[in-house]
């Protein structure tokens, strides 16, 4: 309940531009220049920020610039500070998961094969999508779109686009064919996320293919206090992003949700 | 292990405050603005 007050907080902060939503305009502030750290979609009516991965693509598919280091050393200090905490704590579609997963129906945990191997998709769309295809993919004038929020982001159409075309009508007039392939994604990753515990964030999502790289760094870290430690594999149950917490407490995958500190009848994670 | 681990935090948040310097130094910072502060088409499935 406390991640979910958290969660809800982080997400009224930062998108606390109300009036956007009925004026179907986004905010134009200067506190877009800096990015925040969840896949909080700039073109959301309310969001104060800048989502890191559009603004990655989008100096990475400039004109000027093929790398963005502005970008990726905030993405490294946030990932430094918190790892993966930002994807259990901070990220607005995450929240969005948890709540969808809250419903009361059968759950499934994908098989541990195919969930191993459908883990490293992220990576290839973070390689793909994000860096490789606005790095080369360009225009006559050498420039790229954000080909990770065209095609696969559902963040975006849900956030930015749905709002905008509730209050936007020359926007609803333009929704085509694209709209509704990102309309049928959303639909998916929401609807999968029922039954399946967070599968945008395990399978799909680029950021956290990014601060995955940090959980091993982060400041903020669980231990396991093997003197407390009676290996009852309770914590590892409890884990819905299946992480291996007893062997690997600091595993990539670990969101920092906390289920397994709360499992735990010794309370041997710290 | 651990202070392997220190060494390598160090190395991170001098290098990431240098790329974010450096990067605020190309003005990258004017091109996020740029595209955070126009509706992004693509991003909402019309571009």
Known sequence: MKRLIIQITFFIATNLNIKGFFEGRIYQGASKNICVPGLNCYSCPGALGSCPIGS??????SLRYRVSYYVLGLLALFGLAFGRLICGWLCPFGLVQDLIHRIKVKKYTVPQRLDHGMRYIKYVILIVFVILMPMFLTNDFGMAR???CQYICPSGTLFGGIP??????????AAGLLFNWKAGLLFVFLGTSLFIYRPFCKYICPLGA??????????????IDKTKCTHCHKCEKACKMQVPVMSQPNHKECIRCGDCKKA??????? | MEKRINI?????FITSI???AFGLYREEHAIVLKKAINICLE?????
């Open chain 1, 56 to 61: 990655l693509q989008a100096v990475i598919g």
């Open chain 1, 146 to 148: 954000p080909y990770f």
């Open chain 1, 164 to 173: 905008l075309m509730i209050s936007n009508p020359a926007l609803r007039q």
């Open chain 1, 210 to 223: 990014i601060y995955a790289f940090f959980n091993k760094y982060s400041l903020y870290r669980f231990e």
């Open chain 1, 264 to 270: 735990c009848p010794a309370k041997a994670i710290k």
């Open chain 2, 8 to 12: 390598i935090r160090i190395g991170i």
């Open chain 2, 18 to 20: 240098c790329f974010v």
């Open chain 2, 43 to 47: 991003c909402i499935g019309i571009g």
